[in-house]
């Protein structure tokens, strides 16, 4: 015991401050890492985008034509497909995501259903994209067919629609996780308090969980908006990558991933290959947008 | 109390060790990833001249895969081949890290002006395009001249019993289907073989359009690769679309029989492709074969070729890794043809060898010539 106690005396001071202070720089370090390295994306982006910049101006965002034979690029089509497809996407995968959230969160919290559904929700998220985009292609195009068809629309079966409907699914697990462990996390006193009142179970999710928890679960929304606006792969595969500005819902159309995924290959001409990294900031300053604006309204629900 | 304080201490002294080792595994994760990027470097200008560095046309990858093998069995010469697409072959050549390219299409003016010295296009195999479709009830090939094929993909065209496709098929039940058009999304040598055929024969295509491997499309639905053409097709009735000769003849697809500028019908087959390179063909070799001259040529053929430096001597090339190269392209188009028809390539015809040879000769070491 002596023995533990000297040894304890001499490594304390040195070895264990030094330590703690190496610990804490390296953490810093690693930090501000990422900070350097997001500042270089969009460095490396604006400094190739310059030659597109320089040469289109600013109706680059609202130009209707791509055409890389004669250096006429305009990104509207392309915008209007990636904003589309992700808020379609985002507004069928809510009412899923959110019932997954309460039922697994409230209903459900425990035990082997419990973590069946909630593995086999998460490994939705697991699935790689060109997965979702095979099975787009071999199951959900034939269907969406039929519907078109007795819609008396073109009968494309690729479009829009299609691939807002692999979106949907592919950015459930997302707000779902999200959600649920953000009501597993509401205090009991608060729902007892409400029980004890008279509250029904649907009125404690009504006026208790989902208040305290829309901030919570509006981040896990953002989330999966975010996973859809920047997915490629599933998309192009079902969207029929057509730039022209879509017309209806079953139209096909194209995002921004899906243009720079397809033409970076094989862009011949610097003005091209510009234009398509010019994309690629624009989805980038998309996002940020679309961040900031959610990270707003999350800040004013915590508010309240 | 001191018991619970050297407890403390063991879960630090722990911890760090932890956090050592994984530092030390990130620290060697690093050293990997820099020794991988110094490498590529490095490896480009390498003087191990038994192993010879090309990159580009993915189209032309499963050719030189089997040739290259063959020579390497032969010679010993080992060729390590990027298939990553005929861009960024011109890419890496321009910047010296390989000692060819390959590519579906010749250099275009920005591509040649930023290579700044001159180069050789050396023709390795054709390939062709056809055009396949899906319309139920129709067993036999259809025909199609080049003004409606332009038309169709000009949109001008929307019906499968248009009467100018019914001219030209006599005999033939064309059901009333709606034309769906499915070109690539990607950019593609096929598309720039496409549209530069289109371009010759139609004049609004020409400038409307013009020919690129990606163009602004009037109408309809983009596929990724030969397989998302080739799917679109077959999963809707009336749909027609461009492919490769060989993910047609691969895949079992139903294709079209096209006239050519000599007004002979041609069915798309390796025999009528590699016809369609017998023309006179430029001092440079540098054109593309579509609407060939050729009697029995089929239309919508493009060689591929292989793309080098005229002066050979750059960057510190030894000489042997300048004969090793030209040695392996001249048994390319000799003996490593006869790989092409198994594998439903169009080998080269007569007159693109013979020139393909000459382009050859005429590379040179410090000036002087290396074969």
């Known amino acids: 015991m002596a023995e533990a106690k000297k040894e304890l005396k001499i490594s304390r001071p040195y070895g264990q401050i030094r330590w703690e202070n190496a610990f804490k720089r390296s953490l810093v370090i690693i930090a501000l890492l990422m900070v350097v390295v997001v500042a270089g994306i969009l460095l490396t982006l604006i400094i190739q985008s310059i030659p597109s910049l320089k040469s289109l101006g600013i109706k680059y965002l609202w130009g209707k034509t791509w055409d890389p034979i004669n250096n006429v690029y305009g990104a509207l089509p392309f915008l209007l497909g990636t904003l589309l497809t992700s808020f379609l996407a ?13 039922y697994l969160g409230e209903y459900n919290p425990r035990g082997w259903l419990s973590n069946f559904l909630k593995n086999t929700v998460e490994l939705i998220a697991a699935v790689p994209s060109v997965i979702y985009g095979f099975w787009g292609i071999l199951v959900l195009v034939p269907i969406v067919q039929k519907l078109e068809i007795k819609l008396g629309v073109l009968p494309y079966g690729i479009g829009i629609f299609t691939a807002s409907l692999v979106l949907a699914i592919m950015i459930i697990p997302y707000a779902a996780s999200l959600g ?26 009504k006026n208790v969980i989902l208040p305290y928890t829309k901030s919570g679960l509006f981040a896990g929304v953002l989330l999966s908006l975010g996973r859809a606006l920047g997915e ?20 096909p159309g194209n995002t921004m991933a899906s243009v720079i995924a397809n033409e970076f290959n094989e862009a ?28 707003r309204i999350i800040k004013r629900f915590t508010n309240e | 109390m001191a018991g619970f304080k050297s407890l403390n201490h063991f879960i630090n002294k722990k911890i760090m060790k932890n956090f050592l080792r994984i530092a030390k595994q990130h620290i060697a994760v690093a050293a990997m990833v820099v020794a991988a990027a110094t490498g590529i470097q490095s490896k480009a200008i390498a003087q191990d001249d038994k192993t010879i560095l090309g990159a580009g046309s993915s189209f032309i990858n499963p050719l030189f ?45 920005e591509q040649t002006a930023k290579i700044g010295v001159p180069v050789l296009h050396i023709t390795q195999a054709s390939g062709a395009v056809v055009l396949t479709y899906n319309l139920p009830g129709v067993n036999t090939h259809l025909n199609l001249t080049p003004d409606v094929i332009a ?43 496409f549209t530069s055929y289109l371009s010759k024969v139609s004049p609004e295509w020409s400038t409307k359009v013009g020919g690129g491997g990606a163009v602004n499309w009037p109408v309809g ?99 042997a890794r300048a ?48 074969l």
């Open chain 1, 90 to 102: 985002l507004i069928i995968s809510i009412p899923f995501s959110f019932s997954i959230a309460i």
């Open chain 1, 180 to 205: 649920r462990e953000m009501i597993k996390m509401v205090p009991s006193p608060l729902k007892e308090g409400a029980y004890s009142l008279g509250a029904t179970r649907f009125e404690v999710i």
């Open chain 1, 232 to 251: 490629t792969m599933a998309v192009t595969m079902v969207i029929g990558n057509t730039s022209t500005i879509p017309t209806s819902l079953f139209a």
């Open chain 1, 268 to 295: 011949d001409h610097s003005l091209y290959w510009s234009a398509l990294v010019e994309l690629g900031l624009a989805l980038f300053l998309v996002t940020v947008v679309i961040n900031v604006i959610g990270k």
């Open chain 2, 65 to 109: 895969s089997k040739q290259f093998a063959d020579y390497n069995a032969k010679t010993g010469i080992q060729v390590n081949y990027q298939s990553i697409g005929s861009g960024g072959g011109i890419l890496q050549l321009t910047n010296k890290t390989v000692d060819f390219g390959a590519s579906d299409g010749p250099l275009n003016a």
């Open chain 2, 151 to 193: 038309d169709i993909y000009l949109g001008k065209i929307t019906k499968w019993d248009d009467a100018r496709i019914t001219a030209i098929n006599k005999g033939v039940a064309i059901p009333s289907f709606p034309i769906l058009v499915a070109h690539r999304s990607d950019g593609s040598g096929t598309t720039a073989i």
């Open chain 2, 221 to 319: 639905l983009g596929g990724k690769g030969s397989e998302g053409v080739s799917g679109l097709v077959k999963q809707t009735p009336g749909a027609i679309g461009y492919v490769e000769l060989i993910y047609a003849l691969n895949n079992k697809l139903e294709y079209a029989q096209i006239r050519n500028k000599k007004g002979k019908w041609i069915m798309p087959s390796i025999a009528s492709v590699t016809a369609a390179g017998n023309v006179t063909l430029p001092d440079d070799s540098k054109i593309f074969i579509t609407d060939t001259d050729a009697p029995d040529g089929y239309p919508i053929s493009g060689f591929t070729w292989v793309i080098i430096y005229k002066e050979q001597n750059y960057n510190g090339r030894s000489l």
């Open chain 2, 323 to 370: 004969q090793a190269l030209l040695k392996l392209l001249w048994w390319n188009i000799h003996d490593g043809q006869q790989y092409c028809t198994p594998l439903n390539y169009a080998p080269l015809s007569k007159a693109a060898v013979k020139l393909a040879e000459k382009i050859l000769k005429s590379a040179t070491y410090n000036g002087k010539s290396i």
